[in-house]
Nanobody, 124 residues
Framework: QVQLVESGGGLVQAGGSLRLSCAASGRTFSSYTMGWFRQAPGKEREFVAAINWDGGSAYYADSVKGRFTISRDNAKNTVYLQMNSLKPEDTAVYYC?????????????????WGQGTQVTVSS
């Protein structure tokens, strides 16, 4: 089992940047595929990005491609989401998620472990 704790959210103006972090407990972090999802008020949770076990492969939602970068540091049991050129429509609670397996998946139900979320608000 793994526990996930996100941090780094906040209020930023449009065009600005934030870096989210997700710290994981446990000794098998490198065996998990990691993902970031987000949920805006009144909307369903949506996929943002995923990264494979060694950081060698990543996949992004079209809405964030070219602006967001997912990365991981297995020595620190941490996954990151660097968010640049933020837009008001990026406003949401951002969740870190983990799944056993090496396939990069975009469906939230395929992820077993979830953090509590961190709020990102982008003002226009």
């Amino acid at each position: 089992q793994v526990q996930l704790v996100e941090s780094g959210g906040g209020l930023v103006q449009a065009g600005g940047s934030l870096r989210l972090s997700c710290a994981a407990s446990g000794r098998t972090f490198s065996s998990y595929t990691m993902g970031w999802f987000r949920q805006a008020p009144g909307k369903e949770r949506e996929f943002v990005a995923a990264i494979n076990w060694d950081g060698g492969s990543a996949y992004y939602a079209d809405s964030v491609k070219g602006r967001f970068t997912i990365s991981r540091d297995n020595a620190k049991n941490t996954v990151y989401l660097q968010m640049n050129s933020l837009k008001p429509e990026d406003t949401a609670v951002y969740y870190c998620a983990a799944r056993v397996g090496r396939v990069l998946l975009t469906t939230a139900t395929m992820y077993t472990y979830w953090g509590q979320g961190t709020q990102v608000t982008v003002s226009s």
